[in-house]
């Protein structure tokens, strides 16, 4: 758990400025999170992931000094409000900013925002666009409001998740609707927490792929390259499976979550997959079990690019963890009143 500290120039606290921190981490894997929702989620992050740096950017002012994140963009209040050209130069204002944020260090950057209001809707797919134009792998999480907040809001977010995609290598939608199928216990007071953790796992769960408990595991930043460059549509799911079959459980618990609905299963063109297990337990990986893995890719078109390996998990016991990764696919028309988006 990191500190949460109220580092804040006093520039800052009069609105007059943007923070970067200058001890920043040296870490290949950068986040923004842009609007209150994409900050928010930032927020739960920065308390979680280390390895990750995090930058929050907004023209709402109280939004960044609200945010343990000492690295904060402000963007010049209400240039936010406006598609296209207005957000561009909203954004190109603060360009600065955003290039010193994005150093030299920096392979990888996720961009977060929840659509369906002004600014992560029309300012997110501009901070991707001068992210991709900088050569960075470029990655783009999205949420979807919830049924709840009405349908011109999801329009909205529909029309800016399109955006964003032009913009991206790789799209992760989630719908939040979906968690409602996750989470018995989901009411309008813990709705949007239940969204910032999965965001949060999302993240997570990337930046393991990247960079792996275990030293051994064969692969790297170059793989995750792979599988997400001009990847499209993509999604990050895991899985357990213990027992008889454990790895063939494992994997489809990982695609039978909710969160998959939206997706054309089985229609993936690039998968990437670390099957977790417990090296010390009483049943490490076996060969044999590596065959499910085999039949399970039966599923898939035979054409679809496959990159899988093993890793150790000391707390899984007998238990084994799947990762999948997937790029590529189509989505179906079962978002709220979605048209069916091409990859
Ligand atoms: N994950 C998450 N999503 C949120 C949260 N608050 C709001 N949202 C979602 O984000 C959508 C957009 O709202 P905001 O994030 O408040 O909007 P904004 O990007 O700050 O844009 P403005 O209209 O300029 O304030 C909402 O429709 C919700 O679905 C939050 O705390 N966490
Ligand atoms: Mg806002």
Redesign the pocket.
Known sequence: MKKKDNYATSEFELGIMSTLDKNQQRTIIRAIG????????VNLMYQNIDGVTFAVL???HQ?LIDSPVRNRVLLRPNA??GQGEKARHAVEESKAEIDAFLDDDTRMVIII????????????PEVARIAREKGLLTVGIV????IF?GSQ?ILK?LKGAEEMRKHVDALFI?D?QCLTEIYNDLDQSN??????E??TTAVRSLYCLITPIDRRVCMDFNDVNYTLRKGGNAFIVSGFGSGERRVTKALENALESPLLKDCESFSFKKILMIIYYNRDSESPLLMEEMNQIQEFMENFDHEVDVIWAPAHDSTLKDQIKVTILATGFNMSNSLPMGPKHES
């Open positions: 842009i609007g209150a929702g994409g900050i928010n989620a907004d023209s709402d939004q936010a409000h925002g929840s659509m369906g209001g002004y600014t992560g809707t029309d300012v997110a949420t979807i409001p919830f907040e809001k977010a989630i939040n709705a949007f927490t239940k969204s910032n999965t965001l």
